[in-house]
């Protein structure tokens, strides 16, 4: 397979200089070093050596993903909690090997020291996501074992089309999905029912979007 992107390297006057790269890798076999190299022009994840391509997200899910984000990051500077919440695109190295690199819509890291330059080392305390339709399938199955095996203390997804948020505590170790309705309140298990969290304006917003929703 050949590949073009622009290199890590710049000439003297700051320009980015194209660079051709060559590689007989097949899906299952890439690295992290390929997938900073992909990643320039396009945005991707790697799941266990394969690379996915990803579509931009559409207006309602980036409203629902400022929406989820803006009501944790209000919690966490309002109750000065040893933790920071971020939204997409930022890396985490999931596995802290050379394998996955994946790109959570919402997730909240409360031990700095997985807090790296290039994004996230390790398993984050909680994630959200998201579905779409490019991403349905594999956010409810390979991510939900992905994040379970991995470490991550909470799971949240939101899915637009059925109008419902499942959640799974991995802390209880039972792996038993939740389904919340987008009515009222749901509090995160990671802080105790301290984090209220009203799902009405994330309902709001899916009527708002919902012919674009539809298509």
Same mark, same amino acid.
């Given at each position: &397979?050949?590949?073009?992107?622009?290199?890590?390297?710049?000439?003297?006057?700051?320009?980015?200089?194209?660079?051709?790269? @060559?590689?007989?890798?097949?899906?299952?076999?890439?690295? %992290?070093?390929? @997938?900073?190299? *992909?990643?320039? !022009?396009?945005? @991707?994840? =790697?799941?266990?050596?394969?690379? #996915?391509?990803?579509?931009?997200?559409?207006?309602?899910?980036?409203?629902?993903?400022?929406s989820l984000y803006t009501?944790?990051?209000? *919690?966490?500077?309002?109750?000065?909690? $040893?933790?920071?919440?971020? *939204?997409?695109?930022?890396? +985490?190295?999931?596995?802290? !090997?050379?394998?996955?690199?994946?790109? $959570?819509?919402?997730?909240?890291?409360?031990?700095?020291?997985?807090?790296?330059?290039?994004?996230? @080392?390790?398993?984050?305390?909680?994630?959200?996501?998201?579905?779409? $339709?490019?991403?349905? =399938?594999?956010?409810?199955? +390979?991510?939900?074992?992905?994040?379970?095996?991995?470490?991550?203390?909470?799971?949240?997804?939101? /899915?637009?089309?059925?109008?419902?948020? %499942?959640?799974?505590? *991995? &802390?209880?170790? /039972?792996?038993? $999905?939740?389904?919340?309705?987008?009515?009222?309140? +749901?509090?995160?298990? #990671?802080?105790?029912?301290?984090?209220?969290?009203?799902?009405?304006?994330?309902?709001?917003?899916?009527?708002?979007?919902k012919e674009e929703l539809a298509d």
């Open positions: &397979m050949e590949y073009t992107s622009d290199s890590n390297h710049k000439n003297p006057s700051g320009v980015r200089e194209p660079q051709t790269v @060559y590689t007989n890798k097949k899906q299952g076999e890439f690295t %992290i070093d390929d @997938y900073r190299v *992909f990643s320039e !022009d396009k945005r @991707y994840e =790697l799941i266990d050596g394969f690379l #996915i391509e990803m579509h931009a997200p559409s207006s309602a899910h980036q409203s629902i993903a400022a009501a944790i990051a209000d *919690f966490i500077r309002d109750s000065h909690k $040893p933790c920071r919440a971020w *939204f997409a695109p930022i890396d +985490v190295q999931l596995d802290c !090997d050379e394998h996955t690199m994946l790109q $959570p819509d919402i997730l909240i890291v409360c031990d700095s020291s997985k807090i790296r330059r290039f994004g996230i @080392y390790g398993a984050p305390d909680f994630i959200a996501e998201i579905l779409s $339709p490019s991403t349905r =399938l594999r956010d409810l199955t +390979v991510k939900a074992g992905k994040y379970a095996q991995a470490g991550v203390r909470e799971y949240w997804i939101i /899915d637009p089309e059925k109008e419902v948020l %499942i959640t799974y505590n *991995f &802390m209880d170790r /039972d792996y038993i $999905p939740v389904i919340h309705s987008l009515k009222g309140k +749901v509090s995160p298990q #990671i802080y105790d029912g301290e984090l209220q969290i009203d799902l009405t304006p994330i309902s709001e917003i899916i009527r708002e979007f």
